[in-house]
């Protein structure tokens, strides 16, 4: 990886890990659900990007891979799989994957 590409990511975690911290402390003000979830919103965009960034040439390799399950994990740890299952489109999916 070329270090402007390092770089670049790494700010994207930075940004990622202060929108997930004023997210958190949105919850905790019992902030308007209008703006947390616009919080949310721009959290999934952002986390999409990286992921985007890292599944793509030339950064892509098992080692990016890593890293996205990493950023999951970290940013989106308590996500229910009823969740997941309970959208068709994605139930089928989770399906083939558990199958």
């Known amino acids: 990886m070329k270090k402007v590409e390092v770089l670049k990511l790494m700010d994207l975690v930075e940004d990622i890990k202060k929108l997930d911290e004023l997210i958190v402390a949105s919850r905790q003000k019992k902030t308007s ?3 947390l979830n616009q919080y949310e919103a ?4 952002m986390v999409g990007s990286i992921i985007h ?11 990016s ?15 229910p799989e009823e969740e997941l299952i309970s959208n068709s489109d994605i139930g089928k999916i989770v399906a083939v994957i558990e199958g």
């Not at 960034?53 to 098992?62: D, F, K, R, T, W």
């Open 33 to 35: 659900d209008f703006v």
């Open 42 to 45: 721009k959290k999934v965009k």
């Open 53 to 63: 960034e890292l599944a793509n040439p030339p950064i892509q390799s098992i080692e």
């Open 65 to 79: 891979y890593l890293l996205i399950k990493k950023i999951l994990n970290k940013y989106y740890p308590n996500m």
